[in-house]
């Protein structure tokens, strides 16, 4: 790495824990019931550096702000499973509830978009529209 790159960190809290993303990893760090930490680090690439057509600036913004949420949800629901589970949970059971978390998380991430934008663009549009302003 060169002196003059920046090095972009951001994290989140996490239940019982962090989760730190940098510009190739992922890593969460969560407190067990148990009071051992669980540490799960994986590798990233933004969609906008593993797809060039993506990186427009209104439309990476968006991506980015998508994408963003995603992980956080991911890594909410990681230190929540790790945080509360029990250590005897069965591994067909985590492979169950691992298929259908992505589907959940994606719909979360649709549903929390489009009231984002019925509450905080549209909503207040239509109130002005009424009032005549």
Do not use: C, H
């Not at 730190?20 to 994986?42: W, Y």
């Not at 909410?76 to 069965?90: K, P, Q």
């Amino acid at each position: 790495m060169k002196e003059s790159d920046d090095l972009a960190l951001g994290g989140q809290a996490v239940i019982e824990g962090v989760m730190m993303r940098g510009p190739e990893r992922i890593a969460i760090a969560v407190r067990k019931q148990n009071g051992i930490i669980a540490l799960r680090s994986e590798p990233f690439k933004s969609i906008v550096k593993r797809y060039k057509f993506l990186n427009i600036p209104i439309l990476r913004g968006g991506l980015i702000l998508i994408e963003t949420m995603y992980i956080g949800i991911k890594a909410l629901n990681y230190s929540g499973d790790v945080a509360m589970s029990a250590e005897n949970d069965a591994d067909e059971d985590k492979e169950k509830k691992n298929r259908w978390n992505g589907l959940w998380m994606g719909l979360t991430v649709v549903f929390a978009l489009v009231l984002g934008l019925a509450f905080f663009f549209y909503l207040p549009l239509i109130i002005t529209e009424m009032m005549g302003l």
